[in-house]
Every structure is written in structure tokens, then in C-alpha cells.
């Protein structure tokens, strides 16, 4: 006699979705670290460091470390974070 329903434990993955789910999530985890590494250090020293600005395109890539950097700048230069 054969299952009508399906397993609970599975997971469907249809097309990929799960994949891209799954890249996406990494993709955001990585720029909120990048972000809060960029704004303790700007608390800590007054200003991002070229060795932790190395560290982290070197973890997470040049455009993500970039970005997180000209988010994080934007946003003091707007009034949204204190310095």
C-alpha cells in the first residue's frame, strides 16, 4: 500500500526557488554584517579603517562592502545615524 500524502521531512523545490531563496538570504546576512562591522568601527575610531574595509571585500566581495559603505555614509550624511 503506497503513501496518498507526502513526506513532511521533504522539501519541494520547484524550478530553483529554494535556491534563490537561499542565495538572496545569504546575499542580505552579508551586507547587514558588512553594515554593522562599518558602523562599530566609525563608533570605535571615527572612521572606517582600510584594513577592515579589506577584510571585508575580501569575506564578502567589492560590491557588497562597497554599498554597505555608501548606505552607511548616506545615512550620516542625512542625519539618520549619529556620529
Avoid at 554593522?36 to 568601527?41: A, G, L, M, Q, V
Avoid at 560590491?63 to 545615524?81: F, H, M, P, S, T
Wanted: hydrophobic fraction near 35%.
Amino acid at each position: 500500500m503506497g503513501l496518498f500524502w507526502k513526506n513532511k521531512d521533504t522539501i519541494d523545490d520547484e524550478d530553483g526557488e529554494l535556491e534563490i531563496i537561499s542565495t538572496e538570504l545569504k546575499q542580505n546576512l552579508a551586507e547587514l554584517e558588512c553594515e554593522e562591522t562599518i558602523i562599530n568601527d566609525k563608533e570605535r575610531f571615527g572612521r572606517v579603517r582600510n584594513s577592515m574595509m579589506k577584510t571585508l571585500r575580501a569575506k564578502h566581495g567589492h560590491d557588497v562592502a562597497n554599498r554597505a559603505l555608501a548606505r552607511i555614509n548616506k545615512r550620516l550624511q542625512q542625519g539618520y545615524l549619529k556620529q
